[in-house]
């Protein structure tokens, strides 16, 4: 066979349709594999490029084929996709991933292979958020249902369970709802013991990991926040400037600009939504401490907080907060309260003034 420069895999459950072309970008090699071939096939090959689809199996494939001697690329599947042609299929998915590897704006948008280590990490986290949810919709099943019998109970979560104990102990409410409610209170008690147990396993990898640790001393971050990153961001080398990962979690705002004229919209959906949301909760729950006197805000949050409505100064200081994190990992500096809240004593003056 014709050395190979370079191979695009489609994968999918059970077949494997690889696409491959030599230095001249002539097509040596098309070909499907099934699952139990894949490896045995690509072991066979000389060390190549590779490149894969970023997915939810990528992970695993591309620390496979990395312990056989090839360079993997997982490449994000929005930058793939304006290289399929009209129709689709796998043959057709293979060559645009080809095509994509060739192209130095995607090589600078790889996606990082994480370790068993760090997927393990971001599982825990995303069992952590499917529980949260659950734990959610629960609550508001409860007092859905509750209120159908002109039941209600204020705000917060730990208000559900004394609404059940209310439910349990009256006598206006038949038989059968009493049982329902009976059943939904035990699937919410059994939720919020398991949601304990994953926060103290999250606490305990957040106490453990040197790099969550630094990021915790940022007042807008906290455990969570910090574990976020770390599973989330596996290499900030990988961005050139902290503008760009603020950008990757998806903290800039839609640019429409043209003839001249700058014309920015709202935040994007693009990113990482449960890191951007995480910053921004933590932004808005500074802010909160910021009007009621509690804390100290910068000369430039003060003056944003003079000028912008608070939800947009929320999103800014999380997009600070961003830039300020990739900071901390990049150079492995602690954080230094210092130097994030500059010439205080002069804006105080110049208040005075």
């Not at 038949?174 to 409610?181: G, Q, R």
């Not at 910021?290 to 003060?302: E, I």
Request: net charge positive; aromatic share 4%.
């Amino acid at each position: 066979m014709t050395r190979l420069a370079r191979i695009g895999i489609d994968t999918s459950k059970s077949a494997f349709q690889l696409h491959g072309v030599d230095d001249k970008e002539q097509v040596v090699l098309r070909k499907q594999l099934r699952r139990r071939q894949f490896l045995a096939f690509l072991g066979k090959l000389d060390p190549t490029v590779i490149g894969l689809e970023a997915c939810g199996a990528s992970h695993h494939w591309g620390r496979e084929l990395a312990k056989l001697g090839h360079q993997v690329m997982l490449i994000p599947p929005q930058h793939v996709k304006p290289y399929v042609g009209r129709n689709k299929n796998d043959k057709i998915d293979a060559a645009a991933i080809c095509e994509a590897m060739s192209r130095p704006k995607v090589v600078e948008r790889l996606v990082p292979i994480k370790s068993t280590e760090q997927s393990a990490a971001q599982m825990l986290l995303g069992v952590r958020e499917s529980l949260i949810k659950r734990r959610t919709q629960l609550s508001n099943t409860i007092r859905s249902h509750a209120a159908e019998f002109g039941l209600v109970a204020a705000k917060g979560l730990d208000k559900i369970e004394p609404l059940l104990l209310r439910i349990a102990q009256g006598d206006s409410l038949p038989a059968l709802a009493k049982e329902m409610f009976a059943a939904l209170g035990q699937e919410f008690e059994a939720i919020k013991r398991r949601s304990a147990a994953i926060d103290k396993k999250m606490l305990a990898f957040h106490r453990a990991n040197e790099v969550t640790r630094r990021l915790a001393e940022v007042p807008t971050i906290g455990p969570v926040g910090a574990c976020l990153f770390v599973t989330k961001i596996v290499n900030p080398h990988g961005f050139r400037s902290a503008r760009r990962c603020a950008g990757w979690i998806g903290l800039t705002p839609k640019d429409r600009s043209t003839g001249g004229k700058q014309k920015l919209g709202g935040i994007t959906r693009a990113g990482d939504e449960s890191l951007r949301a995480a910053l921004v909760c933590g932004a808005t729950a500074y802010l909160r401490h910021v009007r009621s006197g509690r804390t100290t805000p910068s000369p430039w949050l003060a003056g944003l907080l003079n000028r912008k409505p608070p939800k947009l100064v929320a999103v800014a200081l999380a997009n600070k907060t961003a830039r300020i994190a990739w900071k901390l990992m990049t150079s492995g500096q602690p954080y230094d309260p210092r130097r994030a809240r500059p010439n205080i004593a002069a804006h105080a003056i110049g208040i005075a003034a």
